[in-house]
């Protein structure tokens, strides 16, 4: 058996918290790098003066628009927050149906996906490439403005692991707050002109409803609080505006030699402002209120009927109304209690859930639904899709259209038997196609030769015209479209407005429009040409239906959209030209601070290379490094930002038992099936069993992960079979199953798969899900130490049938056939110790249900978001003939977990304290125990 060495010199607490943190922050960086795009695309790069832009052949041109733009505005992004940023590669991916960026920092590298998003609505009307490279080069900038003081002296250390060490004080509203400015007040677009996103804060405000500092910035589970995207760009408007153009740069500036201490970002603030974190979320509160107020009692608001009539005891919203023929309604309903389900309201108003879903877009014809969904290639994690569902209302039985496509705004025709949607290529043009929804046989396609980017297609009562939006560049347009004719006619001027969601009623157009400072539905007569106003709302209303002469829309309040129904009268309808909001724009002051002029649209002559792809694969960019006690552990991180090879050479050092180990771990990822290669020598001396070991070993193996998830679930399946070869020499002559040196030879399989549908945010676990494991090794097929084992785990996750509560059952067993060594042992119960047993089967059961969620703050030092409770039991067998022991043991548990912050810090900390019995040992184990247990989720 493998010999058990001496424990470790205990290191210090801050040794240990400090190792914790980096290890912590940094775990998740490598998944965004290993992201695999297909094998075999064709990649091209152009340089500019601080980037490079790496993109697929086929989409040139969006690669010439970003490169230029960066070429001419990179200077202008990053001037009010002064620095030069350093160099950056952007990678352009063509194969997402999301729209999306990010900035990663390990390694260090930004990817755009060139998909737009299905509706003007979410960024604003301007371009999507502009949006997108103005907000992720901004955070590229920031990166930069971080890089100084105690973040630069970590990436010294660390490499760019090191530079999360000392970025843990710094807020996330900031950092997507102020890019989010930045895409504003430098395009014709943004989410700052978008008046849907800070209408959630205005509801809040005008109601004078509770709105704390710590709760939205860290979250409730008991009210509703936009996310740090919505809050921050309040924030970081509100700074420019009041506090100056350079109160950001100085309180980075500020924050860079004092980035170790949790305040440290409030501290900077308050220097330069004048005002702390929380005093300067309550001068923005006030203010926002009193602006925000005074453009409500402006309003004059239409007469409506509300139609959801659950009562609401948590923030709820229902969107995307549509009738069905039977004037019933189907909707999209989600909260802060449930995930997001299509949901049947009939002609009594009462509801039945069909369906739970992730999609955004519904659409109703006859008695039809239909909508979309992502999807994604099995192995390709780049590789992403949006498909078409349908679905009979009465049987609420639902049925996959299309397969690997990219289709987006499906709309179902009167009588339900045909749709039209816009399906997206890898070259960034979009077409619209109207295809059969019994068949999915494409039956029509309008070619689009303009290349305008279409969006929200829609039906006329007789089927034969479709009305949409167009989109170039910055300016929009509603247009018909005749079906038989195939010909396209502009209703409205080009104009940079978000026009969305067009609804046919009579000779008119009613569609969503942000024209007049507030989310309103608008409609445009399609004969004479003049605009009017339908519906005139408090806070927002959007995403109309028509159903004869009735009008069914989503409706903003401080609990979330309610359906609304009007009658339609257009005698009572609002000119445009004669009414006069008052709208409060956070941006125009930061816009009027800079000193640039609209950016250029033009491309430049850039160069297009080849992109040699060998050239990166090596790219050393982390470091591991620590010294605990009297151990010295370094690793080196290499991976390429493709995703096609990881490498980490490791070497550890201990000083006092004069040890070292050196390792090297290999992947490639580029292959359907991935393979691994870990080679090691390791040479130990065990002072209590006066023993020099020394290990060589190499393993080699083939992962295959696959994973099938939809918007509606999630489901994964790893495999991976592995072989190795260990060469163990125990000296002087101490002798392990009777030998003192020899060769361990083990191979194995094993399997991995997990299943859950969405959970609403309360919801303690998955309201259904199955985890499962298969491990089989043996080493009987060659060397000197002969074992075999068999592990398998079956756990199943359910609704607790009471609200947010959640049930996990678990079935384990484990079996090994020791001859001359024994295996690691993988299974225990909760709560319990580590076993070095021969079999051993359990079954567990734990109920997790909610207690409270207090949302209570002790000024920065501690905010309390919930607790909860866990009430658990397991019987199981153990047995081993090496130690003679044959135990059928039980235990009972009892715990309770609170969920923090800490000192106003980012990452959630857990804290769990609990009481276990355990029953049916001969030894210590028997009896009652304590327990206490804290984790740190980054």
């Not at 409030?266 to 309550?282: C, D, Q, V």
């Given at each position: 058996m493998k010999p058990r060495g001496p424990r470790s010199p205990q290191p210090s607490l801050w040794r240990l918290w400090l190792l914790g943190l980096l290890l912590s922050a940094c775990a998740g960086l490598p998944g965004q790098a290993l992201a695999q795009y297909p094998p075999g695309m064709e990649w091209r790069e152009i340089q500019g003066r601080s980037f490079r832009v790496v993109f697929p052949k086929e989409a040139e041109s969006q690669a010439l628009a970003v490169g230029s733009l960066l070429e001419r505005h990179a200077g202008e992004i990053a001037d009010n927050l002064e620095v030069e940023p350093r160099p950056i590669s952007i990678y352009l991916n063509n194969r997402a149906a999301v729209a999306n960026g990010y900035v990663a920092l390990a390694p260090e590298y930004a990817s755009f996906n060139l998909q737009p998003p299905a509706t003007a609505r979410a960024f604003g009307s301007a371009d999507w490439l502009s949006l997108l490279t103005v907000h992720e080069y901004r955070h590229?900038?920031?990166?930069?403005?971080?890089?100084?003081?105690?973040?630069?002296?970590?990436?010294?250390?660390?490499?760019?692991?090191?530079?999360?060490?000392?970025?843990?004080?710094?807020?996330?509203?900031?950092?997507?707050?102020?890019?989010?400015?930045?895409?504003?007040?430098?395009?014709?677009?943004?989410?700052?002109?978008?008046?849907?996103?800070?209408?959630?804060?205005?509801?809040?405000?005008?109601?004078?409803?509770?709105?704390?500092?710590?709760?939205?910035?860290?979250?409730?589970?008991?009210?509703?609080?936009?996310?740090?995207?919505?809050?921050?760009?309040?924030?970081?408007?509100?700074?420019?505006?009041?506090?100056?153009?350079?109160?950001?740069?100085?309180?980075?500036?500020?924050?860079?030699?004092?980035?170790?201490?949790?305040?440290?970002?409030?501290?900077?603030?308050?220097?330069?402002?004048?005002?702390?974190?929380?005093?300067?979320?309550?001068?923005?509160?006030?203010?926002?209120?009193?602006?925000?107020?005074?453009?409500?009692?402006?309003l004059d608001m239409s007469i409506m009927e509300q139609k959801n009539e659950a009562p609401k005891k948590f923030w709820t919203s229902y969107e995307q109304p549509q009738y069905l023929q039977n004037h019933q309604v189907v909707v999209l309903k989600s909260g802060l209690d449930q995930?997001?389900?299509?949901?049947?309201?009939?002609?009594?108003?009462?509801?039945?859930?069909?369906?739970?879903?992730?999609?955004?877009?519904?659409?109703?014809?006859?008695?039809?639904?239909?909508?979309?969904?992502?999807?994604?290639?099995?192995?390709?994690?780049?590789?992403?899709?949006?498909?078409?569902?349908?679905?009979?209302?009465?049987?609420?039985?639902?049925?996959?259209?299309?397969?690997?496509?990219?289709?987006?705004?499906?709309?179902?025709?009167?009588?339900?038997?045909?749709?039209?949607?816009?399906?997206?290529?890898?070259?960034?043009?979009?077409?619209?196609?109207?295809?059969?929804?019994?068949?999915?046989?494409?039956?029509?396609?309008?070619?689009?030769?303009?290349?305008?980017?279409?969006?929200?297609?829609?039906?006329?009562?007789?089927g034969q015209k479709l009305a949409l939006t167009l989109h170039q560049g910055d300016l929009s347009s509603l247009a018909l479209l005749n079906l038989t004719t195939g010909r396209l006619r502009l209703l409205t001027d080009w104009k940079p407005v978000a026009y969305d969601e067009p609804q046919f009623y009579q000779q008119y157009i009613i569609f969503n429009s942000p024209e007049l400072g507030l989310d309103n539905l608008h409609a445009i007569d399609t004969v004479r040409g003049i605009e009017s106003m339908v519906i005139r709302s408090k806070f927002g209303a959007a995403n109309a239906c028509v159903l004869e002469n009735k009008l069914v829309f989503q409706d903003y309040g401080p609990l979330g959209y309610d359906l609304s129904e009007v009658e339609l009268r257009p005698q009572g309808w609002f000119s445009v030209r004669l009414y006069f909001p008052n709208p409060v724009l956070l941006f125009d002051k930061a816009a009027q601070q800079e000193k640039s002029a609209a950016f250029a649209s033009e491309a430049l002559p850039f160069q297009v290379l080849e992109h040699r792809a060998a050239k990166d694969l090596l790219n050393f960019h982390s470091a591991f490094f620590n010294l605990l006690g009297n151990r010295l552990d370094l690793t080196a991180v290499s991976e390429d930002a493709l995703g096609r090879m990881t490498l980490m050479p490791a070497y550890s050092r201990d000083f006092r038992l004069q040890t070292s180990t050196l390792s090297l771990f290999a992947r490639w990822n580029q292959s359907y099936l991935r393979p691994g290669l870990r080679v090691s020598t390791d040479d130990r001396r065990l002072h209590d069993l006066d023993l020099d070991w020394t290990e060589q070993s190499a393993r080699v193996s083939l992962d295959l992960p696959l994973n099938f998830s939809t918007g509606s679930q999630t489901s994964s399946l790893l495999a991976q079979v592995g072989a190795g070869l260990t060469r163990y020499s125990f000296e002087p002559g101490r002798e392990f199953f009777g030998r003192n040196s020899g060769r361990l030879a083990p191979a194995w399989v094993s399997l991995s798969f997990g299943w859950q549908v969405p959970q609403a945010l309360r919801d303690l676990g998955p309201r259904r899900g199955v985890r499962a494991e298969v491990l089989a090794q043996t080493s009987a097929l060659a060397g000197d130490f002969r074992a075999s084992q068999l592990s398998a785990s079956l756990q199943g996750l359910l609704w607790g049938g009471l609200p947010n509560t959640s049930l996990r059952l678990k079935a384990m067993f484990e079996s090994q056939s020791v001859e001359s060594y024994l295996f690691s042992f993988r299974q225990s119960v909760a709560n319990g110790l580590p076993r070095y047993l021969e079999q051993f089967r359990a079954l567990e059961a734990e109920y997790h249900f909610p207690i409270l969620a207090p949302d209570l703050s002790l000024g920065p030092v501690l905010y309390l978001k919930r607790v909860w409770g866990s009430l658990g039991g397991a019987r199981w067998h153990e047995s081993t003939r090496l130690f003679e022991l044959d135990y059928q043991a039980r235990s009972a548990w009892l715990r309770l977990d609170f969920e923090t912050h800490l000192l106003a810090l980012e990452a959630p900390v857990v804290f769990g304290l609990g009481i276990a019995e355990t029953r049916g040992f001969d030894s210590l184990e028997n009896g009652t125990r304590f327990f206490f247990h804290t984790s740190l989720n980054f």
């Open positions: 590229v900038v920031h990166n930069t403005a971080f890089l100084r003081g105690w973040e630069k002296v970590g990436s010294l250390f660390f490499g760019d692991y090191g530079r999360l060490l000392f970025r843990y004080s710094l807020p996330a509203w900031f950092v997507e707050g102020d890019a989010i400015l930045a895409e504003t007040q430098f395009t014709q677009g943004g989410r700052g002109r978008a008046p849907w996103f800070d209408m959630h804060y205005r509801s809040l405000l005008v109601n004078d409803l509770e709105l704390e500092c710590y709760p939205a910035r860290f979250g409730s589970y008991r009210h509703f609080y936009p996310n740090h995207y919505h809050l921050g760009y309040v924030l970081a408007a509100h700074g420019r505006a009041w506090h100056g153009a350079d109160l950001w740069a100085n309180v980075l500036r500020a924050n860079a030699w004092r980035s170790f201490w949790p305040y440290a970002f409030s501290l900077s603030l308050k220097k330069h402002s004048g005002l702390n974190e929380r005093e300067f979320f309550e001068e923005t509160r006030q203010r926002l209120r009193e602006q925000w107020m005074l453009q409500v009692h402006e995930p997001r389900q299509i949901v049947l309201l009939d002609e009594r108003n009462q509801e039945t859930v069909l369906r739970t879903t992730r999609t955004e877009h519904l659409s109703a014809g006859g008695s039809m639904i239909c909508w979309t969904e992502s999807t994604r290639h099995p192995r390709w994690e780049r590789e992403t899709y949006s498909d078409i569902y349908l679905m009979e209302a009465e049987e609420g039985k639902a049925r996959r259209l299309t397969r690997r496509g990219r289709f987006f705004s499906p709309s179902l025709s009167p009588e339900g038997d045909r749709l039209a949607a816009i399906r997206f290529k890898t070259n960034g043009q979009c077409d619209l196609v109207v295809m059969e929804t019994a068949t999915g046989k494409t039956l029509w396609e309008y070619p689009n030769l303009e290349n305008y980017l279409l969006r929200n297609p829609c039906w006329d009562p007789s």
